[in-house]
Nanobody, 115 residues
Framework: QVQLVESGGGLVQAGGSLRLSCAAS????????MGWYRQAPGKERELVAE???????NYADSVKGRFTISRDNAKNTALLQMNSLKPEDTAVYYC?????????WGQGTQVTVSS
């Protein structure tokens, strides 16, 4: 019903920047939260940032001041601007869309930060 496609991952040196995009398509309920999660090898998936339909944001402490999440409701997209990247940011990043009734995940995009 809803498909999420992430893009923008890749390899970047420490201190660099990367921009992730999430495009949602299908039958999307108008009130929803979109977020980015990440999972490193051997670790649990964790919330990186999220944004509501109204634009309220929430960030993991580890990325505050470095990452910025935004969304375009008309285009059903979410953007994650990642600056001052650190090796510990290396993970597979997953896009998430959540409503009162449904929860959807993208397939993930790899972000690798070299030291």
């Amino acid at each position: 019903q809803v498909q999420l496609v992430e893009s923008g991952g890749g390899l970047v040196q420490a201190g660099g920047s990367l921009r992730l995009s999430c495009a949602a398509s299908g039958s999307i309920f108008s009130s929803n939260d979109m977020g980015w999660y990440r999972q490193a090898p051997g670790k649990e998936r964790e919330l990186v940032a999220e944004v509501t339909t109204g634009g309220r944001t929430n960030y993991a402490d580890s990325v505050k001041g470095r990452f910025t999440i935004s969304r375009d409701n008309a285009k059903n997209t979410a953007l994650l601007q990642m600056n001052s990247l650190k090796p510990e940011d290396t993970a597979v990043y997953y896009c998430n869309l959540r409503t009162r009734w449904e929860n959807y995940w993208g397939q993930g995009t790899q972000v690798t930060v070299s030291s």
